[in-house]
């Protein structure tokens, strides 16, 4: 889950028109019509859940990271890009993801759960801005030193960005028995994914390939990027993570990565960076028919309980807010950002 | 101006800054169990839902990256067996039995690794008005401690100081042939001890 530019940080409950999560609100603000009666289809009600959720969890994730910042990188409360607002937007839909798998799961999330949500939501969006923001040499250099915290546990403290970075990352493996076989492995892999996507950017090798080899290539980086980033956040909001569940968790991360480059596509495309749904032909009628595909997976395939009625609705309403942005993104040249705001 | 910082973040960063006095830093903790994962004997496919041997030719190419290594086959996974390889419960491998031992050796290795450390923050920390007034604490504990507690107490430090002078012992008699801790060595099942 990346956060560059306006990445990861809309807003998706607070953006998104009212009545939009039902199929007549899809039909009238995307122009792509769903079918109607899908046994998938989220209750207003959900929809008016997530909304709610969302609000109280920005406040929870202010409350709990503006210390954490202030303590030990107080420059990023008076940063200009607004990079923190986009910090705690992402710990926020982090939150939201967290509570819905924590369910899913099949365990409450509480608050020491909740607080692990927003930790990860912070220490993926300060990952990805040392990956993301510092230019090919530094990006090399971070993985691996991200590599040697993970196979010796030392990491080399030198600015105060990566001292919040390592204080946050010391509280998440303080709560949570990080040696846990499915939860490291889960961590690994996801710092795979990130490699190969990172090695992928920079080595320009993508474009190269035949067309189909690289739309294959670029929709596996997109779903175990996210795939695997669901299930570590998963394995730090919940004592345990069902085998049987796993496959699940899976498919709704690769979905949102999906959802999140179509949001992000032009200004992907304005940094060089190539995704799947940018390179596609008919980007809106491909999230679409992945959207569909993925949400009827989920539902069948996920116990029947809340936490899957959440990740439901919120997928939902996620797919609306990133069509609706992709269209305004088209309309502009500035970043998204205003859109949510 | 900076916010107050809380203890386990302080106890956390000063932890790093061990590594800057040590010549050769040995890990202090392996999240990494990459080799592990890739030999378990079974390996569960997230993509696809299923679960195969180690080395099935069923497994898909797309999948790689996606793969949960497994020593055991949990109950609920046996309706993903592959048709091909039929993962079976014979040839699961052991978890890590040893669980506890682990633990001790683990906080040996840390004893043993930042001792001179942690020796000399005790000293000053002795020295401290906290220090004392902690030292008062424990006394005043102590001293309410019924008879049959407070032997209890006095075996778990007999045997804990035993245990100590054990592994040094050891330690002296591998001669340097062996890694100092152990650190760097993998457990038997690769899962760190997870008990």
């Known amino acids: 889950m990346r956060h560059r530019d306006d990445r990861n940080t809309n807003r998706p409950a607070a953006s998104a028109p009212r009545g939009s999560g039902t199929s007549r609100g899809l039909d009238r603000h995307s122009g792509l019509a769903l079918p109607g009666g899908a046994s998938w289809q989220p209750d207003p009600a959900e929809i008016e859940r ?15 990271l503006e210390p954490a910042v202030r303590t030990h990188y107080p420059e990023l409360l008076d940063n200009p890009g607004e990079e923190y607002r986009k910090m705690l937007e992402l710990s926020t839909k982090m939150t939201l993801v967290g509570h819905a798998c924590c369910e899913i799961a099949g365990y409450p999330y509480d608050e020491r759960r909740r607080l692990n949500g927003i930790l990860f939501g912070c220490c993926c969006f300060l990952a990805d801005s040392f990956i993301d923001d510092f230019g090919p040499d530094a990006t090399r250099e971070y993985l691996e030193r991200i590599e040697l915290l993970l196979t010796t546990g030392w990491f080399d403290v030198r600015t105060e960005r990566e001292q919040l970075f390592y204080a946050i990352i010391g509280r998440l493996f303080a709560a949570r028995d990080v040696l846990d076989p499915i939860l490291r492995q889960a961590i690994l892999l996801l710092f795979e994914a990130q490699r190969r996507d990172t090695e992928l950017r920079l080595g320009g090798d993508v474009a190269a390939l035949p067309r189909r080899e690289q ?68 980007p809106a009628a491909t999230l679409r028919k992945i959207f569909l595909d993925h949400i009827a997976r989920l539902h069948a395939g996920l116990p029947a309980n809340a936490g899957r009625d959440l990740m439901v609705a919120f997928l939902t309403r996620y797919f609306l807010t990133r069509l609706e942005k992709h269209k305004l993104e088209k309309q502009r040249s500035d970043s998204a950002w205003a859109v949510y705001e | 101006m900076a916010a107050a910082e809380p203890l386990g973040d302080v106890i956390a960063l000063k932890i790093q800054e061990l590594r800057r006095r040590q010549s050769e830093p040995r890990p202090l903790v392996r999240i990494d169990n990459r080799e592990a994962a890739a030999n378990a004997p079974f390996q569960f496919d997230t993509v696809e839902a299923r679960l195969h041997r180690n080395g099935c030719r069923a497994i898909p190419s797309g999948s790689r990256t996606a793969l949960y290594g497994l020593w055991q086959i949990p109950p609920q996974a046996r309706q993903y067996a592959c048709a091909v390889c039929r993962p079976e419960a014979d040839d699961e491998d052991e978890m890590a039995s040893d669980g506890v031992t682990d633990y ?60 100590l002078a054990t592994i040094a012992d050891l330690d002296k008699s591998f001669d340097g042939t062996q890694s100092h801790n152990g650190n760097g060595t993998q457990s038997r099942n690769g899962d760190g001890g997870h008990p």
């Not at chain 1, 695997?228 to 990565?257: C, D, K, Q, W």
């Not at chain 2, 923050?121 to 004392?132: K, Q």
């Open chain 1, 50 to 64: 997530v909304d709610t959720l969302i609000r109280g969890y920005r406040e929870d994730v202010l409350a709990c």
């Open chain 1, 215 to 282: 739309l294959a290539l670029l929709r596996r980086c997109a779903r175990d990027r996210s795939g695997h980033a669901i299930t570590v956040l998963t394995g730090f909001v919940a004592p345990e993570i069902e085998l049987s569940i796993l496959p699940y968790l899976f498919t709704a991360g690769a979905l949102i990565m999906h959802i999140d480059d179509h949001g992000d596509c032009y200004s992907d495309l304005r940094h060089g960076r190539l995704t799947y749904l940018n390179q596609v032909r008919n």
């Open chain 2, 104 to 163: 001790v050796f683990g906080v040996l290795s840390v004893i043993d690794q930042f001792g001179s450390v942690i020796r000399e923050r005790g000293r000053e920390f002795r020295e401290s008005a906290e220090g004392r007034q902690l030292k008062a604490g424990l006394d005043g504990l102590f001293r309410n401690l019924e008879d049959r507690e407070r032997a209890t107490l006095q075996v778990v430090l007999t045997s804990l100081d035993g245990l």
